[in-house]
């Protein structure tokens, strides 16, 4: 690997880590330096490498794709809060899972999620709307939208009344104390040590008593979670339609070698919560923050709406419905060409592998580099950086365009399975936003694009908000 070019490292114990936390899009700049494949120096040191050639992806995600496992050193704290349910099974667990699964997320599913999704962005709607008409314009919406996405996968994902618009749970701040801290410095710092030093988290101190303290609630109600449900199905199929319920229902019809277990199923609520909340509210915010800077790109996504939906109090679209908008669909994919909530994701090779004319040595993390992708002038042309929602519109584009080299979801056999519960949930969240308010830029507001796992605005997303009138 000593030939792989790439930048040199910034410091003996944390390689380029420093770049990557607070340089926005380093490995978009990387691939775009030093070619599609990149060395660059992790924790410790440690080599890591960057890929964003479409053979070695297509090799990695769908040909070989059981040789290239989540990397084990960063996962330690993930399997204590989440288990190992769909998102960190690995092999013939992972396969059994993901097959038994993929039913649940089919398209008639997804389609009866649609109204829980507009329950709630009804609510988020009414609550923008109280802080407009009480004189405030200039509205920090993170909390908001983020609130909105718990909400929605709490209830499509298990049944699972949040409420976190309108008030507190335990769960809710469970989920908060272990992915929003107020530091997320030492949140970080911590979560390596984790991940390098075995037993860490039995250390006596505050972070980790917290730590565990989170996690016993979150293992405590997603108990109590599936036990009601089992009670509930030993009368017949459960009847609820929320991914939990299709789930338990699904795997009580199958022989007993491709059922999963109660740990497993059990695992699968957080992972639900983990995979599906912060991704679909870092990509909305994104898109809001996009159509603030683009005014003309918002006014004809309204003026498509204000067509569809005529009285903004009757907004009910069905799944069909919200689909066929074919410029909410641009604006859609182009949100998460340039603001993919995961800019990379990353592997650990279990054998040897050839990249091009390099050998790769077992137990190598490599970074799948997705947003390079999604902004390479090469695909994409000269504006490949630009917010453009109308490329999607033109064929000389959109013939260049594969699933190998557009993948906000991943591609193959470990892509996304809440792809389309997340473009769902989406479209309809951005639709009630667009059809009742405009969405400017607050003067003066700054903020920087964070990544840690998903890449968000940080501090927050500050924008000034009125009203449609009708
Ligand atoms: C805009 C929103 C979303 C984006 C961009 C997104 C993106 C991704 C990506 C890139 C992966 C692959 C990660 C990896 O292999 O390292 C993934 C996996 C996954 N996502 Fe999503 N996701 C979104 C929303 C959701 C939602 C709403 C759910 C659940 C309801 C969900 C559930 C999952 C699960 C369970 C996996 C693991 C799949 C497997 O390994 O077989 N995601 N997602």
């Not at 004189?135 to 929605?152: C, F, M, Q, R, W």
């Not at 679209?317 to 994701?345: G, Q, W």
């Not at 002038?377 to 080299?405: C, H, M, Q, Y």
Request: with cysteine.
């Amino acid at each position: 690997m000593r030939k792989i070019p790439g930048p040199p490292p910034e410091s003996i114990l944390f390689g380029n880590i420093k770049t990557l936390l607070t340089e926005e899009d380093s490995y978009v700049k990387w691939i775009q330096k030093y070619g599609n494949i990149v060395k660059f120096y992790g924790i410790f040191n440690q080599t890591s490498i960057l890929v964003a050639d479409t053979k070695i992806i297509q090799d990695m995600t769908l040909n070989h794709v059981y040789d290239f496992i989540k990397p084990p050193n960063l996962l330690a704290d993930a399997i204590l809060i989440a288990g190992r349910g769909l998102v960190l099974a690995e092999g013939e667990e992972h396969k059994r899972q993901r097959k038994m699964m993929n039913p649940a997320f089919a398209h008639n599913n997804v389609k009866e999620m649609v109204p829980t999704f507009i329950r709630v962005a009804s609510t988020l709607i009414g609550l923008i709307e109280d802080k407009v008409n009480s004189g405030e314009s200039n509205i920090n919406l993170t909390p908001y939208i983020s609130k909105a996405t718990l909400d929605v996968i709490g209830l499509a994902g298990f049944n699972y009344e949040f409420n976190s618009l309108t008030s507190s749970n335990e769960l809710a701040e469970a989920y908060n104390a272990l992915f929003n801290s107020p530091n997320p410095t030492l949140r970080f710092i911590s979560t390596v040590l984790a991940n390098y030093i075995p037993f860490f988290r039995e250390i006596p101190i505050k972070m980790n008593r917290d730590f565990k303290n989170a996690c016993a609630i979150i293992n405590r109600v997603s108990k109590k979670l599936m036990e009601e449900k089992y009670n509930e199905a030993k009368n017949g199929e459960l009847k609820s339609k929320d991914l939990l319920s299709l789930l338990i229902n699904i795997n009580m019809a199958l022989p007993d070698e491709e059922k999963i277990t109660n740990d497993e199923l059990q695992y699968q609520i957080m992972t639900f919560l983990i995979a599906g909340h912060e991704t679909t509210s870092s990509t909305t915010l994104w898109c809001l923050y996009s159509l603030a800077h683009y005014p003309h790109e918002q006014d004809l996504l309204r003026e498509e709406l204000v067509k569809a939906f005529p009285d903004k109090s009757k907004f009910n679209p069905t799944f069909d419905e919200i689909n066929s908008l074919e410029y909410l669909n641009c604006i859609v994919k182009e949100t998460l060409r340039i603001y993919s909530p995961a800019p990379v994701v990353g592997r650990t090779n279990v054998e040897d592998k050839v990249f091009g004319e390099y050998l790769i040595p077992k137990n190598t993390t490599i970074r799948i580099a997705l947003l390079a992708l999604h902004k390479s002038p090469e695909i994409w042309g000269p504006t490949a950086n630009e917010f453009d929602p109308k490329r999607w519109l033109d064929p000389s584009v959109t013939k260049n365009v594969t699933n190998l080299n557009y993948l906000p979801f991943l591609t193959g056999t470990r892509s996304c399975i809440g792809n389309k519960f997340a473009l769902t949930e989406f479209k309809i969240l951005l639709s009630m936003l667009i059809r009742n308010f405009v969405f400017k830029p607050t003067e003066g507001f700054e903020f920087k694009k964070r990544t840690m796992g998903v890449s968000k605005p940080s501090p927050y997303l500050a924008l000034t908000v009125s009203k449609v009138e009708c």
